[in-house]
């Protein structure tokens, strides 16, 4: 019996799947028997750098471009798997902004935040999307220029709600972390909140399948504690244990496995 | 910039919006996000508002796509979520104008209009009719209206008063569009006439305001690209719109005349020349960039 073949690309964000594929691999029977399963890191060559400047328009390098192609036509692929990116919701709210801003959301129209700049939500959610449409989409829409199988694209984990979980582990953020302080936590899953609606939003309208985090790795909006990596923003492998679970559901109606279903 | 001056912009986004989607909200293109102020009742009333003086009680059209401020309806694509977050936005915007009325050096004004639509409750004047961009036109509360020379002199003059009360060195600049009227709301009247109305009234005002102000100055560019000596060629095709070399001629004369700066033959608009971005967000990219690379290093680990 053929096995069905997940091909998944992306960046860091993927790197806690990929670990626990492995750990399934070699820890659940039947697994590698159930799934071929491919991963391709854009963070390394020859995909990365991933893009270029062509008079004042973002595209993919050539490069990059080829060794999607190469990777696709190789392994033929039932499913994919997009994780691109997903850090600019980080970079836009993980630390205060040294002229703090902050936003109202239609969720709650009549809560006008104090002590900060106001950035009308309709630029906020502009912003986020010209982010989106600089890095994901062109990734995803190079994906439906060359094949037709379907594309699942996981939502980047929420934010971590401990501000003394980042000031522990702020790898290069030490420094403005202590200058700036983190961003409050609320702020952090209001910006992660808009994120995630536009991905589903474009991802959609772009061909792929959008999927949230499930509840599984979630606590009231932002990651569950269990799931921290030791780092401020990547999710462990537990994490992506429960991602590549949900995934493989989706993709082929089981994740090989029952006890974990 | 060009020229040794700057565009003072006193209401730009917040550093973490990228100038593409800045501009598309009509960030710097403005000296504050007022939008296009046509006529000099519109600019006194700003002003007003601005510092507290003047409360219009037509506070925010609910539309389709969210709440619209009534005095500025086209400012913001999609608008506001709520009118809280309008009257909040509305807040900065006006200490942004009272720093841009505070601050500048040389306040340019261009007179654009003498027909406006205001409230009858209040005389708040709108820069378009309500119903067009938003809100509902209701001839209760709304009527026409077209300023008399007497008028603008006098709202201009109210304007210029208070001005010098903040800035008492500021130089003023008066000008007149010379694009004609689209349209004209008057009943059976023209819109040729009614150009030539306005323009006429637009014109003796800033005569008379020249005349009283020591500090006011009127810069001829609707001579300029009006007269008959241009045989029209400063204008497109619609005949309305001003061509880029009719632009760059009346800067040139500007800044020979007015500044003894001589820039040579016209040449197009210089672009934005300040590219730099949000310092702040390309540090936080790079430190994430770090941290993504560390995950790929530790990939070999248990990454957990």
Redesign the interface.
């Known amino acids: 019996m053929t096995k069905p073949k997940l091909l998944c690309f992306g960046h860091s964000h993927l790197v806690c799947i990929d670990v626990a594929v492995k750990w399934r691999e070699q820890s659940l029977e039947g697994f590698r028997d159930a799934f071929d399963i491919r991963f391709e890191q854009l963070r390394r060559e020859p995909y990365h750098p991933n893009f270029v400047d062509v008079g004042g328009k973002r595209e993919l390098t050539t490069e990059c471009e080829n060794a999607m192609a190469s990777a696709i036509a190789d392994f033929k692929p039932d499913a994919i798997l997009a994780v691109f990116s997903g850090q600019e919701y980080q970079i836009f709210s993980i630390l205060n902004h040294p002229i703090k801003f902050d936003f109202v959301t239609p969720n709650n129209p009549a809560y006008v935040p104090k002590n900060s700049e106001i950035i009308p939500f309709v630029l906020v959610k502009a912003q986020l999307k010209y982010l989106i449409e600089r890095s994901v989409l062109i990734f995803i829409d190079k994906i439906k220029g060359i094949t037709n199988v379907p594309v699942f694209m996981v939502a980047p984990p929420p934010p971590i709600e401990s501000e003394e979980h980042i000031l522990t582990y702020p790898g290069p953020f030490a420094e403005d972390a202590k200058e700036f302080g983190v961003s409050p936590a609320p702020f952090r899953r209001k910006v992660w909140k808009v994120y995630c609606d536009i991905l589903k939003e474009e991802g959609a309208r772009h061909g792929a399948n959008v999927l949230m985090p499930p509840k599984t790795v979630m606590d009231n909006g932002y990651m569950a504690q269990d799931c921290w990596r030791k780092d401020p923003v990547h999710g462990n492998v537990k994490y992506g244990n429960a991602i590549i679970h949900m995934v493989l559901n989706r993709a082929f109606g089981h994740a090989g496995v029952n006890k974990h279903d | 910039m060009m020229s040794g001056y700057n565009y003072f912009v006193a209401e730009d986004?917040?550093?973490?919006?990228?100038k593409?989607?800045?501009k598309?909200?009509n960030y710097g293109t403005f000296s504050a996000r007022f939008g296009n102020l046509y006529t000099a009742r519109q600019l006194w009333q700003l002003a007003q508002r601005a510092y507290g003086r003047f409360t219009p009680q037509e506070d925010a059209w609910e539309h389709e796509d969210?709440w619209l401020d009534p005095y500025r309806p086209n400012i913001?694509?999609?608008?506001?979520?709520?009118p809280?977050?309008l009257?909040?936005?509305r807040e900065?915007h006006f200490a942004a104008v009272r720093t841009m009325l505070e601050e500048c050096d040389v306040f340019v004004f261009t007179f654009g209009l003498t027909e406006a639509w205001r409230s009858k409750v209040d005389g708040a004047v709108f820069p378009l009719c309500p119903g067009t961009a938003g809100g509902t036109f209701d001839p209760e509360r709304h009527e026409f209206v077209n300023f008399t020379v007497d008028e603008v002199v006098a709202d201009f003059s109210a304007f210029t008063d208070f001005l010098l009360e903040v800035n008492p060195d500021v130089k003023i600049l008066m000008t007149v569009s010379p694009v004609p009227l689209m349209a004209t709301a008057r009943a059976d009247t023209s819109v040729i006439v009614s150009t030539a109305y306005s323009k006429a009234v637009l014109r003796v005002a800033t005569e008379m305001l020249a005349a009283k102000y020591g500090q006011a100055f009127y810069f001829p560019s609707y001579e300029v690209i009006t007269g008959n000596h241009a045989r029209g060629r400063y204008f497109e095709e619609d005949l309305r719109e001003v061509r880029p070399m009719g632009v760059a001629h009346v800067m040139r004369l500007f800044m020979k005349h007015y500044c003894g700066i001589e820039t040579g033959a016209p040449r197009p608009l210089p672009a934005r020349d300040d590219d730099s971005g949000d310092a702040?967000?390309e540090?936080?990219?790079?430190?994430?960039g770090?941290?993504?690379?560390?995950?790929?290093l530790?990939?070999g680990e248990?990454?957990?």
Do not use: R, T, W
């Open positions: 986004a917040h550093l973490a919006i990228s593409e989607i800045a598309k909200y969210g913001q694509p999609g608008g506001f979520v709520s809280e977050e009257h909040a936005d900065q702040f967000a540090k936080m990219a790079e430190n994430i770090v941290i993504c690379d560390e995950e790929l530790d990939q248990s990454a957990g």
